[in-house]
Structure formats: structure tokens, C-alpha cells
């Protein structure tokens, strides 16, 4: 215990002396993670020959610092413009965007960047101290555990539909048949692909995102001057500290907020293949769940913000813990990271924490740092990030589709994924006409093709047996949880109008 | 008073097109996967069960309000004579146009000629020289960090292939 601790102090201090890396990485982090298509994965690709030429420890550093502030960087966007920068922040838009209208752009921001790096600092301490444990989480994942997490992220289409029950159904089930597209997982038939070989794989994520959110908002916006109300407008140009220190003042009052939906991420983020957009769209429809306030949700409710962000940034921690204890990584950056290391003779296992532990504990360690970093030099940005609201639509509508579509086609470099970006903009901008939502749509194009796929396999496993899916102790727990989360609710609620109406 | 008006007489006709579209892909979809196996249809069919469900539902609820009086099949929202004055069409055409010619004429060019010819569309000609000068400085930051900077891939065309050779 005591060599433990020296080692987390001697790590600590290493790592701060890469201040000068972690900083710029911070700032080039944000602008890569708000970019559609520019992904952390992509840039650490992009710049692997700089990563390999440094020594590991630098190295490391430079690939966590990266990989955190880009998750942070994509929900800058999501809120200013209602764009989310990766699928992560998907959900982060549908209470950041309302107070970016209402002239909170401010308040929302240094809201998200409190949430984030306390959610991501919190949960690097509990998976540094609960690794053993958490390392376990993956092993007892299956196909059958795994559709009842892909079910609590698809039960947040429900919680959008309450305001209108059969379009939000009608949106979130056609994006889960756009979702289907391609061919299936087991015998690799293709399926509603009009004979395009670009859509054999599926229909990729970032242009269904650019799409959806970036284009048809920028045909949307063009109506008005500015994206924020007249009444805001009067706000922003006064723009002051108070509003920043106001929204922090409000993430930190909400703190138990923070820690338990931070901790949905990190154990989503463990599970190998899972993800941010999993975790942040599970960890809003809990938030929306067990709220006193359910019906303020999308109309810019501070913990349907705070919610996305801090189980986002809980996931970057969760991805580590496979990649370090088991050498799976639990997604793409963290499969990078597993190559970097491979590269420089790491060896990944048990056998890592008694024979590098500074390798171990210190990417960790670059995570806190990095987060501490981020909480001090990013909040104070909030005041002049904001002040992109204030652009008019004339300049801002055409930037946003020409950065957005380019960003649709570096991923798989095909200029097919522009027209099909175009393609789901029209769609995008017929939903927000008619009052489809757009996130209900995005949510099944996610998780429809992984939802199908733990089906498949777990079917094939028990060779179309349908009672395997309650089959498992975990998956029966999850499935006890889900049931519960999704009957808690409106039976509370009932209790409540009753009570109410007693008194 | 508005807000009542809109929503004693509902324009339902654009609030179809959603459902539709989910109709006619979903049949499609369908069509596609009649002969595969069994593995390949079961996900589709519970989503196309669930789906066809809601959106039958959907033009029954319409059919329903139409009968009554309360809302007709027009459209107002989605597409109106303010588009073509407002300049939506012409953003439309020029994104579609920045889609094709982006292939031959690279990212740097292609966007410049973008955001300036949507600029002046958008904004009615006002104020070129100030449009101009963004839109040049907006592409050649986009090309310095992402092309020179991060070597992405973007399309390349001759000012990428020009660069490249004098930097």
C-alpha cells in the first residue's frame, strides 16, 4: 500500500511536468474533438509518427490528454450549435442547444466543462482504486447482458416520444431499420442497400451525424439573424465572468448528479465495444428517470446536460482499465494506444502494475492531470466561446455545412458519404419541420446495427431459443433494472398526483 | 390566439412525410431480405412490425382529424415560397454543387467558391468585399490546419497539388 502510494506520488509529479504537452494538446484536443469526423482516434493516427518518436511516458501522456479533451471538445458545438462534434455528444444538444437559444450559452458551457472534468476526474480515482473489479465487468459482458444495455440506451427514444409517443416512435424505429442497412453479421447477406457497395458496411456514423444535426441545422438557422433569441442577444452583449461562475456554481451544486451518472460511464466505458453514445444517451435517460423535474428535460434543464457530459467523460477512465489489465482495447483511441504501447515493449496484464507501474498507473495519472489542466484553462474560455451565437446566420449556416460534409468524408474518404450526409440533412431538416426528432433518429442508426448483432449471436447461440436472453444472472438483474427504471417513474409520479390531490 | 388557430387546424400533409418515407424504405428493406436467411430477417422484421405499426397508426390518427374538421393534408413548414426568396433553395443547390465539385476542384478552392457564392445568396448580395475576404480566409485556415498542418485527407485539386510542390 505504502509503495503504492509512493509510486502515485512520484507518478503525479512526473506527469505534471509535461505541463507543456498536456496544455497545447488540451486546445488542440477541443478544436479536433469539435470537428465532426476529427475524431481523438483519427488525429492520434494522423500524428503517430510524432507519437512514436517521443519517449512512452511523453507519448502517453500526449494520446490521454488528447483523448480527454477531445470528448470535452465535442459537446462545445453540440451546445453552441447543436452539432455534436463524435456520436458521444450526441445527447448533449437536447438540453444545451435550449439554453443557447434562451441566451445561457455561457452558463451551459462552464456547466459541461465542471461536469466533465469532475465526472472525468472522479471516475479516473475510482478506476484506479476498483481496477481488479472493474476488469471482471468485461469478462461477465455477453451478447445477452449487452442487448439489455443497448435496451436502457434505446428506452431513451421513449422519454423523447412523451410529448408526442407515436412520432417519437416512428423516429427512433426508422432509425433503427436505416440502422439495419448493410450486410447481416452472421452471413454477411446484403440488406436495403439499392446495390451500393459504400453501404455493404452499414451506414457510417459520422455522415448519418453531420447529417442529421449539422446540415439540416444550418438550413434551419438560416431563417433567423442569430441563432439565439432577440431577448438573448441583449444578454450576450453583456457577456461577464458572472454567467460562467454561475454555471459552475450550478454543476457543483449538483454534484451527486455528476458522481452517479459519471459512474454509469465508466462502467459502460469498461465494457469492451460499448462507448460514449451508449453510455451518454443510458446515462440521460436515467438522469430523466429519476428527476423530480422529468418534464423540464429538453427544454435546457441543467442535469440533462450535466448527465451526457459527465457519463461521457466517465467512459474515457472505463476504456483504460480493459486496455491495461486484460489488453483489450475498449474502443478505437484506446485501441491506438494499445499499439503505441506494443511498439515501445509494453506488456499489458497484471504483470504491468508490478513490472512498469509507472507505465500503469501513470496513464491514469495523465488522465487526472489532464483533467485538472482542462477544469482551469477551459472554463474560463466559456465567455468568448459563447460568443459564436452571436455570428450571423449568413456566415455562420454555410461554414457549418462546408467544415461538416469534408468532416463526412474523411473517415472512410469515399465522396459518396457527402450526398449521403446530404442525404440524411434533408431527412434531418423534414424531422425538425414536423416535429420528428432528430436525436430519436440518431439513437437507432447507433445502436440498431449493435443491438441486431448481440441478438444474432446470442441466438445462434442457443440456436434460436429465445429464453437464452433470460438465461443469465446479470442479464436477469439488468433486465430487473430496466424494468424498473422504465415502470419507477410513472408510478412515482402517479403516487405523486395522488398525493397532491389527498392534500 | 395564433398558437390555438394552429392547433385547431394542424397541416398534417407535411407531417406524413416521415411516415411515408418509413413506409416505402421499410417495404423496400423488406423486399431486399425475402429470400435470406433467417438471420438476416429477424432483427428487420420486429423493427418493421413495430414501425408499419406506428405509422399505420399515424395515418389513421390523420384520417381521423382531417374527418373532423381539425387539420388538412397541406404543407406550410417544410417547404414555402420564403424558401426561394430566402435564399434555402439556392443554399440547397450550392451544397449540392460543393458535394460534386469538391471531387475535382479539392477542398481549398471548392469551399472558397462555397462560402462565398452562399454568402451572397444568403445575405442578397450585401456587403462582397467582406465576404470575399472570409471566405478566402475561412478556406486557407482549413486547408493550413487540416491539409498542411495535419496532412488529412481531404479531396485534393490543383491548390493542394500546387502547394504542395512550392512548400
Redesign the interface.
Known amino acids: 500500500m505504502g509503495d503504492t502510494a509512493l509510486i502515485l506520488g512520484e507518478v503525479f509529479l512526473d506527469t505534471l511536468s509535461y505541463w507543456w504537452v498536456i496544455i497545447p494538446t488540451i486546445f488542440l484536443g477541443l478544436?479536433v474533438g469539435g470537428v465532426p469526423g476529427?475524431s481523438a482516434a483519427?488525429?492520434i493516427i494522423?500524428?503517430m509518427p510524432l507519437t512514436l518518436s517521443m519517449d512512452l511516458e511523453m507519448g502517453l501522456v500526449f494520446m490521454v490528454s488528447l483523448y480527454c479533451s477531445a470528448r470535452m471538445g465535442a459537446g462545445i458545438p453540440a451546445i453552441l450549435v447543436n452539432i455534436p462534434g463524435t456520436a458521444g455528444a450526441a445527447a448533449t444538444p437536447l438540453d444545451g442547444y435550449p439554453m443557447t437559444q434562451q441566451g445561457r450559452g455561457q452558463q451551459a458551457l462552464a456547466m459541461t466543462f465542471v461536469a466533465s472534468s469532475l465526472g472525468g476526474l472522479l471516475t479516473t480515482i475510482i478506476a484506479l482504486a476498483a481496477m481488479p473489479i472493474l476488469a471482471r465487468v468485461g469478462f461477465y459482458m455477453h451478447s445477452v447482458e449487452m442487448i439489455v444495455v443497448m435496451l436502457f440506451g434505446i428506452s431513451l427514444i421513449a422519454s423523447i416520444a412523451a410529448e408526442d409517443m407515436?412520432?417519437g416512435?416512428?423516429?427512433g424505429?426508422?432509425g433503427?431499420?436505416?440502422g439495419?442497412?448493410g450486410t447481416?453479421?452472421?452471413?454477411a447477406?446484403?440488406?436495403?442497400?439499392f446495390g451500393l457497395l459504400e453501404l455493404y458496411d452499414g451506414v457510417p456514423l459520422i455522415p448519418a451525424l453531420v447529417g442529421l444535426f449539422a446540415?439540416s441545422e444550418?438550413?434551419v438557422i438560416?431563417?433567423k439573424k442569430m441563432i439565439i433569441t432577440k431577448a438573448a442577444q441583449a444578454t450576450m452583449a453583456k457577456p461577464s465572468w458572472a454567467a460562467t461562475f454561475e454555471g459552475a456554481h450550478i454543476a457543483f451544486q449538483r454534484w451527486w448528479h455528476i458522481v452517479w451518472t459519471s459512474i454509469i460511464g465508466l462502467v459502460i466505458g469498461v465494457i469492451p465495444g460499448a462507448g460514449a453514445s451508449i453510455a451518454s444517451f443510458v446515462a440521460y435517460q436515467q438522469s430523466r428517470s429519476f428527476s423530480k423535474t422529468p418534464e423540464l428535460y429538453g427544454t435546457g434543464h441543467p442535469e440533462g446536460l450535466i448527465a451526457p457530459e459527465s457519463a461521457n467523460n466517465g467512459v474515457t477512465s472505463g476504456t483504460l482499465v480493459p486496455l491495461l489489465v486484460l489488453g483489450i482495447p475498449g474502443g478505437a483511441t484506446a485501441a491506438i494506444m494499445l499499439v503505441v504501447m506494443q511498439y515501445h515493449g509494453v506488456s499489458f496484464g497484471p504483470s504491468l502494475f508490478e513490472n512498469q507501474p509507472k507505465i500503469g498507473y501513470g496513464m491514469f495519472m495523465a488522465m487526472a492531470v489532464s483533467y485538472i489542466f482542462m477544469f482551469f484553462t477551459i472554463l474560463p474560455l466559456s465567455r468568448y466561446m459563447s460568443r459564436v451565437t452571436t455570428i450571423p446566420?449568413?456566415?455562420l449556416?454555410?461554414?457549418i455545412?462546408?467544415?461538416t460534409?469534408?468532416g463526412a468524408?474523411?473517415p472512410r474518404?469515399y465522396?459518396f458519404d457527402?450526398?449521403l450526409a446530404?442525404g440524411f440533412?434533408v431527412?434531418g431538416?423534414?424531422?425538425r419541420?414536423?416535429?420528428?426528432h432528430v436525436a430519436a433518429i440518431l439513437i437507432g442508426v447507433i445502436l440498431?446495427p449493435l443491438?441486431?448483432k448481440y441478438?444474432?449471436w446470442s441466438?445462434?447461440k442457443s440456436e434460436?431459443d429465445v429464453s437464452i436472453l433470460f438465461s443469465s444472472t446479470i442479464g436477469n438483474i439488468l433486465w430487473l433494472c430496466l424494468v424498473l427504471s422504465l415502470a419507477l417513474p410513472p408510478f412515482l409520479e402517479y403516487r405523486r398526483k395522488r398525493k397532491a390531490k389527498v392534500t | 390566439m395564433n398558437n390555438k388557430n394552429e392547433k385547431s387546424h394542424r397541416l398534417m400533409g407535411e407531417e406524413l412525410l416521415i411516415p411515408a418515407f418509413a413506409v416505402i424504405f421499410t417495404l423496400y428493406f423488406l423486399s431486399t431480405i425475402w429470400h435470406s436467411p433467417w438471420t438476416a430477417k429477424v432483427s428487420a422484421y420486429l423493427i418493421a412490425t413495430v414501425l408499419m405499426s406506428a405509422c399505420g397508426l399515424f395515418f389513421l390518427k390523420t384520417g381521423l382529424l382531417v374527418k373532423r374538421g381539425k387539420a388538412s393534408l397541406g404543407f406550410g413548414k417544410v417547404f414555402s415560397k420564403e424558401d426561394i426568396t430566402g435564399g434555402r433553395v439556392g443554399l440547397a443547390l450550392l451544397t449540392i454543387g460543393y458535394c460534386y465539385f469538391i471531387e475535382d476542384l479539392g477542398f481549398t478552392l471548392t469551399t472558397f467558391l462555397f462560402l462565398a457564392a452562399s454568402m451572397l445568396v444568403l445575405g442578397k448580395g450585401k456587403r462582397p468585399s467582406l465576404i470575399l475576404v472570409i471566405s478566402a480566409l475561412m478556406a486557407l485556415g482549413g486547408w493550413v490546419v487540416f491539409i498542411w498542418a495535419f496532412d488529412t485527407h481531404f479531396p485534393m485539386g490543383w491548390f493542394e497539388t500546387t502547394m504542395k510542390e512550392l512548400l
Open positions: 478544436i476529427f483519427n488525429t494522423i500524428l407515436l412520432k416512435l416512428i423516429a424505429f426508422l433503427l431499420i436505416l439495419c442497412i447481416d453479421v452472421i452471413y447477406t446484403p440488406r436495403g442497400t446540415v444550418a438550413f438560416i431563417e446566420t449568413i456566415y449556416a454555410p461554414m455545412i462546408s467544415f460534409l469534408v468524408f474523411v474518404e465522396i457527402m450526398y446530404l440533412g431527412l431538416y423534414i424531422a419541420r414536423t416535429g420528428y440498431g443491438l441486431e441478438f444474432l441466438l445462434k434460436g
